[in-house]
């Protein structure tokens, strides 16, 4: 396939009718998007450690070493699949795991690859496997231009190593959250919608605090939980209420009852 040679392909479908003009010289782009499958680089290592399929490490390597698999090329890497003997999934040992890998990655592509019962707007219905790996080697702005110029959807496989996911609001993502939904801030955002939660306060870096609020103050240490706030949106583990003075000097903290 001509775009597999680049993370930052278009994933045009190869047709030649991207950009061509449209009478009185007015261009007209038939550009349309795919589905990007977004894995790490241990389903690509599965695929080349396993004994899975003759023609099936080639494409182990491109999956590693280009970090894309593009739809032209998704014929081919599917008829490879089939050709994974399906009863192995139930042998022992770490054999086992590879062929699984292998049988439900054919399956997915196969669901998701021009489906018409997937009304997904704005793509043609073919798949790309791209390698998160590569996609994070790329800078942030760089890395979302390429994401919402070539694909309507992106899905993560499950499970998926933290350190190399892709977070992103657009395209639609299944797939992991973004990292801001685990901090303590947006457990204060979700309490404010539901108006419902826990007694909370948040103070300020640099508060002095000389009287916590009445709901803290039966059984405090016992049932009030302290997370230390940076500005990086990201928590402490809970710890005990009583290194509070300690903390507030240097971070913002935020107290809530359990």
């Known amino acids: 396939g001509g775009s597999s040679g680049s993370v930052g ?11 061509r003009g449209a009478g009185r010289g007015v261009a007209v782009s038939s550009h349309k998007k795919r589905v990007g499958f977004l894995f790490d680089s241990t389903l690509a290592a599965f695929m080349m450690m396993g004994n899975l399929a003759e023609g099936l490490k080639a494409f182990a390597v491109t999956m590693f070493e280009v ?11 599917i008829e490879e699949l089939d050709k994974v003997d399906v009863s192995a999934i139930h042998s022992e040992g770490e054999a086992a795991t590879f062929f699984l890998h292998a049988v439900t990655l054919r399956n997915m592509l196969k669901f998701l690859r021009h489906n018409p019962a997937l009304k997904i707007p704005g793509s043609d219905g073919g798949v790309e496997l791209l390698r998160t790996e590569r996609l994070n080697s790329v800078a942030p702005d760089a890395q979302l231009r390429v994401l919402n110029r070539s694909y309507a959807l992106l899905v993560s496989m499950a499970p998926i190593q933290a350190s190399s996911s892709i977070t992103c609001a657009y395209p639609l993502h299944f797939g992991p959250v973004i990292p801001e939904v685990n901090s303590a801030w947006f457990q204060l955002f979700t309490y404010h919608l539901a108006d419902a939660g826990p007694a909370s306060v948040l103070y300020p870096k640099g508060s002095t605090v ?3 609020g009445k709901h803290f103050q039966v059984k405090i240490l016992n049932f009030a939980i302290l997370f230390v706030l940076f500005p990086s949106l990201s928590s402490t583990p809970p710890s005990p209420v ?6 507030i000097s240097h971070s913002l903290l935020l107290i809530f009852l359990v």
């Open 242 to 247: 009583l290194s509070c003075k300690k903390e």
């Open 9 to 19: 392909s278009n994933g045009s479908g190869g047709d030649g009718k991207s950009g």
């Open 210 to 212: 000389t009287q916590i």
């Open 67 to 77: 970090g894309k698999i593009a739809e032209e090329q998704m014929d081919a890497f």
